[in-house]
């Protein structure tokens, strides 16, 4: 049950669900969405897990990468092709793919039948990006970049949307509110880590808010995703954080995989090999299963 507050504007009152956001909102205690993205289903036993590289590097990198978390049980290929890169400075590898990226997941999808989720921007790009992904994903940078959470919902696709990394629960389901107004019904909330004073390690930028994860079932209907992957920057907490997130509820789980992580174009720190992503498979499955659901 959501707590009547005293000051409103930071956590969720009784009011806030019926005026706020009466289409996120649960209609009843038991009110969960379950819902099929290319025949995959959220929101029910399955715990769907998306996993490939931070950013698009080639074609041969997304298609190797395609192949390999197929074969190890993924459900969907992730991978940025527009991204939104911290600092304006790019090199040679550090460089966004762009149109090329989208038709090289294309390939990626055509040679392995994996469905796809990468970010969109810019409204601009919309149309040529659906026509590849299954599932929009709206990153932390955009979660209330309100016109463009309009824009994608008209196009009916399947929306991820990534919690800012300082924005409260309220102000998450608010931008939510925005996609289902539309009429698309298809919502995946995504934690991916807040911006604390501390993280435990200086190069980690945000700390996993694992308790958002029941929080936010208390009060919303929508399927969450956790992304251990962007919330931790460093490869050996993923796999213990991915546990963690399973066991508090999370209904599905995106990771970051690369063929050499230690060369990955971007955050080369937090990706996982092909190996540890097969381990990581069967270990979250286990969890999985000690909470009722499965992984496979
Ligand atoms: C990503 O998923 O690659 C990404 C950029 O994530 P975020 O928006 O959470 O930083
Ligand atoms: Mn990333």
Redesign the pocket.
């Known amino acids: 049950m959501a707590i009547e507050n005293k000051a409103p504007g930071k956590d969720i009152s009784e009011e806030d669900l019926k005026t706020k956001f009466p289409l996120v909102a649960k209609k009843s205690a038991d009110h969960s969405s379950c819902f099929s993205v290319a025949g995959v289903e959220f929101g029910g036993d399955l715990i769907p897990v998306m996993a490939g590289p931070?950013?698009v590097e080639s074609e041969q990198l997304i298609v190797e990468t395609a192949q390999a978390v197929k074969a190890r049980g993924a459900h969907f290929l992730?991978?940025?092709a527009f991204?939104?890169l911290s600092f304006p400075y790019r090199s040679e590898k550090y460089t966004e793919t762009r149109e090329q990226g989208i038709a090289w997941l294309k390939t990626a999808k055509q040679e392995t039948g994996i469905p796809i989720i990468t970010?969109v921007m810019e409204e601009r790009y919309i149309d040529l990006i659906a026509d590849v992904a299954d599932i929009l994903?709206?990153?932390?940078?955009?979660m209330q970049n309100y016109p463009l959470l309009t824009a994608v919902a008209k196009t009916g696709k399947p929306i991820m949307l990534?919690?800012h990394?300082g924005a409260s629960l309220r102000d998450w389901l608010g931008a939510a509110e925005y996609v289902l107004v539309e009429g698309n019904e298809k919502v995946i909330l995504?934690e991916?880590?807040v911006s604390v004073a501390h993280t435990h390690r200086s190069s980690s930028r945000f700390l996993l808010d694992l308790q958002v994860i029941p929080a936010a079932k208390e009060v919303t209907h929508l399927p969450v995703v956790s992304?251990p992957?962007?919330a931790t920057f460093w490869r050996p907490w993923v796999e213990p954080m991915a546990l963690a997130s399973i066991a508090a509820g999370a209904d599905a789980i995106?990771l970051?995989v690369h063929p050499d992580p230690e060369n990955s174009a971007?955050?080369p720190l937090q990706a996982i090999n092909f190996e540890a992503f097969k381990a990581l498979m069967a270990s979250m499955n286990k969890v999985a299963q000690a909470v009722d659901r499965r992984v496979k």
Do not use: A
């Open positions: 931070n950013m992730r991978g940025g991204k939104p970010e994903q709206i990153g932390t940078r955009n990534k919690r990394y995504c991916r880590g992304d992957s962007h995106m970051e971007v955050d």
